[in-house]
T-cell receptor, first 114, second 115 residues
C-alpha cells in the first residue's frame, strides 16, 4: 500500500521538551516537505528537501529542525525554542520532474503543548 | 512575490446547485496550479492541476477548474454540489527558488453544501 505515513496522529508535549514527528514515504519521491497548519492561516512551509542529506528552510523554520538521511524519511523535530508549537503538522512529497510534480500529503500529526 | 489568494473564507451553496471556489495567483513565468481538498483532521487530497494545454481541467469527484491567464485566475467548479463536498479547499502554485521547487498555498476556502 503506497503512500505517506505520519506518526503519531496525536502528540502531547510539555513545555521545554523537544519532540520528533515522523514522516515516511514509499513513493520513491525525491522531494519532501513539512508544513504547519493553523486555523484560518492555510499551510506554511517549515522545511523542504530535494535530495538526501540536503534541505532548505521554509518560511517559518525557527524552532524546528529536520534531517534527510534516507530518501523515504524526513523527520521533523519541534524544539523548545518554538514558542507556539501547538498546530497541525503535514508532511508531503513529490517527484522532481517537470510534469509529475503533484504533492502527496500524509494524514497529519496534531501537536498540543500542555 | 509569488502568491495565491482565495478571496472567500467561506462559500455556502445548496445541494444540487453549481459551486465555484475562487483562486487568483501571482507568479513569475508560467503558472503550475493545483487544487487540493482537506477533510477534518486529515491530510490534503489532490483534486486537479493545470500545467499546460486546455484551459478547462477536469479532476477527481466531478470537479473542474478553469485557467484564465488574462485574469490570473484558476477557479474551482462543480456543476452540482453534494453535501459530501463540504470541506476545506486549497489552491496552490508551484514556485521555483535557488534551491529547487516548492509550493505556495492559498489560505483556504471552507465550502459548506447545505441539504
Amino acid at each position: 500500500d503506497g503512500g505517506i505515513t505520519q506518526s503519531p496522529k496525536y502528540l502531547f508535549r510539555k513545555e521545554g521538551q523537544n519532540v520528533t514527528l515522523s514522516c515516511e514515504q514509499n513513493l520513491n519521491h525525491d522531494a519532501m516537505y513539512w508544513y504547519r497548519q493553523d486555523p484560518g492561516q492555510g499551510l506554511r512551509l517549515i522545511y523542504y528537501s530535494q535530495i538526501v542529506n540536503d534541505f532548505q528552510k521554509g518560511d517559518i523554520a525557527e524552532g524546528y529542525s529536520v534531517s534527510r538521511e534516507k530518501k523515504e524519511s524526513f523527520p521533523l523535530t519541534v524544539t523548545s525554542a518554538q514558542k507556539n508549537p501547538t498546530a497541525f503538522y503535514l508532511c508531503a512529497s513529490s517527484m522532481e520532474s517537470v510534469n509529475t510534480d503533484t504533492q502527496y500529503f500524509g494524514p497529519g500529526t496534531r501537536l498540543t503543548v500542555l | 512575490a509569488q502568491s495565491v489568494a482565495q478571496p472567500e473564507d467561506q462559500v455556502n451553496v445548496a445541494e444540487g446547485n453549481p459551486l465555484t471556489v475562487k483562486c487568483t495567483y501571482s507568479v513569475s513565468g508560467n503558472p503550475y496550479l493545483f487544487w487540493y481538498v482537506q477533510y477534518p483532521n486529515r491530510g490534503l487530497q489532490f483534486l486537479l492541476k493545470y500545467i499546460t494545454g486546455d484551459n478547462l481541467v477536469k479532476g477527481s469527484y466531478g470537479f473542474e477548474a478553469e485557467f484564465n491567464k488574462s485574469q490570473t485566475s484558476f477557479h474551482l467548479k462543480k456543476p452540482s454540489a453534494l453535501v459530501s463536498d463540504s470541506a476545506l479547499y486549497f489552491c496552490a502554485v508551484r514556485v521555483f527558488d535557488n534551491y529547487g521547487q516548492n509550493f505556495v498555498f492559498g489560505p483556504g476556502t471552507r465550502l459548506s453544501v447545505l441539504p
